[in-house]
């Protein structure tokens, strides 16, 4: 029988089966298998897939160990908080920050495991969904599709459909749901909420935009990176856009990207999970519902830009930027020499013009730290 949500759902049990036999049969299973698996043969862990038969299985025999390669191989110290503020019992929809397109939700995964929650369903973007390889890992691993679609029409039809889907998911599946809180990675390092995320929440039950979104249980995410997941790709990417009417990226840029943010050191990370919104909080007095879009919105960035962790690189981004020494006290001479040997490494590799690729570059790192700001000053 087919399911009204068949063409974005993740795969459902009985499809668990085949998608093991065809990861396990891939041209890239040995190069995969020896990065997760390096102390194991090729064969024998072939034969662990293939016995794969359930998304729990999958996850707690395959993806747990893809975290722990990506966290020992290049990542210096992992921390997190903010679990003690959720009750294992409940769902909840986590709003997160966007840095690194496969590493934020998987770590978010590896962290809720971890500590003895179940993982949640992850929005995957149809425009990622290729080759065949990455659509049945996505699948397997509770990811569902986001359809990206420039037409009005189909725009309006697809983020109802991606609505119904998501309120399904945390009021009859049972299941936590995590998605960006926007449309792509912040490229700019300045992480603010699209607003039409909390319109699209709310379409599957308009009629009371304040019950509809307290009933998806909102908690945001805030993940930092001590080196910003592909900074150098993302400055290519802002300076390219500032040059041209739009930026149009090449065959293989996304999957470029999947693969720099995995093996790239990242020096530390840290993913904090925080305060969920509380239902009076929603209760905002409102004219319009875009006004109520909008605070919600604010709301979500408050708690995203509080508890974003700053690391050296931030303070000695926004240092280089005002040229002077107001954050010296949170780095050392010894970090700033290795920060300003990343930024020569960078304008190597960026052909442009120097002062404006810089300009990019830094502010990758300093947003943080004048969100940080803002927030103190109000």
Known sequence: MQGKFDDICPYYPSEIPQAMQRIADSEYFGTLSQYIFPDKGVEETREMVRNIRTTDEFQQKVMYYVNRQVIARSISGFTYSGLDGLNAEKNYLFISNHRDIMLDSSLFQYVLHSNGFRTTEITFGSNLMHPPLVVDIGKANKMFKVIRSSNIRNFLKNSMHLSEYIRHTIREKGESVWIAQRNGRTKDGNDVTDQGIIKMFCMSNAADPVR???????????????????????????????????????????????????????????????????????????????????????????????????????????????????????????????????????????????????????????????????????
């Not at 109520?292 to 408050?302: H, M």
């Not at 010894?334 to 810089?358: A, I, K, N, T």
């Open 212 to 378: 509809s979104a307290g009933e998806l249980n909102i908690v945001p995410i805030a993940i930092s990176y001590q080196i910003e997941s592909c900074d150098m790709l993302k400055t290519r990417e802002l300076y390219l856009s500032r040059k041209c009417e739009k930026y149009m990226k090449q065959p293989g840029e996304d999957l470029n990207s999947i693969l720099t943010g995995i093996m790239q050191p990242k020096g530390s990370v840290n993913l904090s999970v925080c305060k969920p919104v509380a239902v009076d909080e929603l209760a905002i007095t409102h004219k319009y519902p875009n006004e109520f879009y909008k605070t919600v919105a604010s709301l979500i960035d408050r708690r995203i830009h509080e508890n974003y962790k700053l690391y050296d690189n931030n303070y000695i981004a926004c240092d280089i930027r005002s040229g002077n020494a107001k954050y010296r006290d949170f780095y050392t001479p010894e970090d700033r020499e290795r920060f300003d040997g990343r930024c020569r490494r960078m304008l190597e590799q960026v052909d442009g013009d120097r002062d404006e690729l810089m300009s990019i570059f830094l502010g990758i790192y300093a947003a943080p730290v004048e969100n940080a700001e803002k927030i103190n000053n109000q």
